[in-house]
């Protein structure tokens, strides 16, 4: 079923654009005390977007001459972008709150939302560009958020390299253009086949290119570390999350209409997912900050996702996109309680200075576990089923040496996740324990303010989500049953 003129349909991403409106007006309008208004608006907007996208669900739709598809991948990032976005914004709370400039962070994280939902949908190259740029030109600025040093680094790097590969992308989307006559995906699948080999590597490893730095993966990571490190925590935590959902689904549904006899693009891809979760985790197993440890952690992440796009195919059914869904939601609970444990307790810089973590807090003690053991791939934790589902769609499809190496990585990666849990549940330095140390979030000597609350509920919920994943695997693999449209 086409349908070119429903705005009924479109209704998660009209809600999620108003609600940038909105919040950019009234931020202009109000005073600064009275800025949370701005992120009342957005969690609203965020909210109903979620809710219009659970009730729409994923119906087979193609809107606005088939250039946007409402499918299983666009239904799957109507749910977990919004819910992932309003985490970020509890977990943010503390920082952002009394900001000159907290209104804009709420606007920026609406359009990065809507950018990447977009990027998930688009079935036509010009879209997939446009959606490009809205899900990347947020991101500069939410790197740059806190107006630092630091932050102007990472958010020089994010720039330059969204810029450069931006680019390159476009390069490739031209050059699908000359040989296809046409950028929708129907037309590409049918008439990509015939074009020649060395032009068509040429745009598919362009376009390649543009969303491989939208997921942070090898060999375009290296902004990565700078701007999770220089970004707030709530602009980091967003960064290695939401841009990968959108990203990765665009990927999937890209490689479905690359020819296999022409060009070896899964080759390609299971060398760059081997290379994202090695380099990931031995760069990881030397960071003492624990920002820059996730953000390499992200970096082996996208490795083992890479692995299901390795093995998309029209023909063989859904189960790659179903363990693709899987892995994303269950990634973002995971990701996002470990930001959440370091943006309620702002102070420390090092690992070591989580040691004493579990009596100070045991409530954020328990979500930095089940957050970084979810990370790993551990029972009964949605990551544990995600990888498992994604470890078996590869190794059905042919690429077992790929799932051997991710094994292997699987199992090196909980070294680094344990030099952060241990410290939490080690005795607290006498110098510096629980009586002379800093006053902790979710501890009960402290009296919260509202935005640590938010910080402290955000972050049991994602430890909450973590878990509850894994126990609804099932639904959650029923979502990635159908099979995806063009």
């Known amino acids: 079923m ?9 209704a998660p991403e009209l809600i999620l654009l108003v609600g940038a409106v909105v919040a950019l007006l009234t931020g202009s309008f109000v005073r600064q005390e009275r800025q949370w208004s701005a992120q009342l608006v957005a969690a609203v907007a965020l909210a109903g977007s979620l809710v219009a996208g659970a009730t729409a669900g994923a ?3 193609t809107l606005y001459a088939g250039s946007y598809a409402i499918d299983a991948a666009t239904f799957a990032a109507r749910l977990i972008v919004p819910a992932a976005a309003l985490l970020v914004l509890g977990l943010s709370a503390g920082r952002v709150r009394g900001s000159a400039r907290e209104s804009e962070f709420a606007v920026l994280v609406l359009l990065a939302s809507l950018g990447t939902i977009l990027l998930a949908g688009s079935t036509d190259l010009l879209l997939l560009a446009v959606a490009y740029l809205l899900a990347s030109i947020p991101l500069y600025a939410l790197a740059g958020w806190a107006r630092d040093p630091a932050g102007a680094e990472g958010a020089l790097k994010t720039y330059l390299f969204g810029v450069l590969l931006g680019i390159v992308m476009f390069l490739g989307i031209a050059v699908l253009f000359g040989l296809a006559g046409s950028t929708s995906y129907a037309d590409l699948a049918q008439r990509l086949p015939g074009a020649p080999p060395a032009a068509l590597a040429l745009g598919a490893v362009a376009v390649f290119a543009g969303l491989l730095f939208k997921a942070g993966a090898v060999p375009v990571h290296f902004w990565v570390p700078d701007a999770v490190q220089g970004a707030t925590t709530g602009a980091g935590a967003f960064l290695t999350t939401v841009p990968k959902i959108g990203a990765l689904l665009a990927l999937y549904r890209f490689v479905l209409v690359l020819p296999d006899d022409a060009i070896n693009w899964r080759l390609l891809l299971a060398l760059l997912a081997a290379a994202s979760m090695t380099l990931g985790n031995l760069a990881a197993f030397r960071q003492d900050d624990p920002a820059r440890l996730l953000a390499y952690s992200t970096i082996s992440q996208v490795g083992y996702l890479l692995m299901v796009v390795v093995v998309a195919d029209p023909v063989a059914g859904s189960a790659p996109l179903a363990a693709l869904i899987l892995y994303l939601a269950a990634y973002a609970a995971a990701n996002l309680g470990a930001f959440a444990v370091i943006a309620a307790r702002p102070g420390p810089s090092t690992l070591t200075d989580y040691r004493g973590l579990a009596r100070q807090s045991p409530a954020l003690a328990g979500v930095l576990v ?3 053991l979810a990370l790993v791939g551990t029972p ?16 059905d499809g042919g690429w077992a040496w790929l799932v051997v190496i991710a094994a292997v990585n699987t199992v090196a990666s909980l070294y680094y996740y344990l030099r952060w849990i241990a410290p939490a549940f080690a005795r607290p330095d006498p110098a510096t324990g629980p009586a002379a140390g800093p006053s902790v979030p979710g501890s009960p000597r402290e009296a919260l303010a509202w935005p640590a609350r938010c ?6 919920t994602t430890g909450c989500l973590a878990l509850l994943i894994g126990i609804v695997a099932d639904g959650v693999l029923d979502i990635g049953s159908a099979a995806i449209k063009w």
């Open 59 to 61: 119906s087979g739709q």
């Open 455 to 460: 910080v402290i509920a955000a972050a049991v």
């Open 2 to 10: 086409t349908a070119h003129e429903d705005p009924a349909a479109f």
């Open 370 to 372: 089940v957050s970084l």
């Open 380 to 395: 009964p934790t949605g990551v544990f089923t995600g990888k498992l589902t994604v470890f078996a769609a590869t190794w």
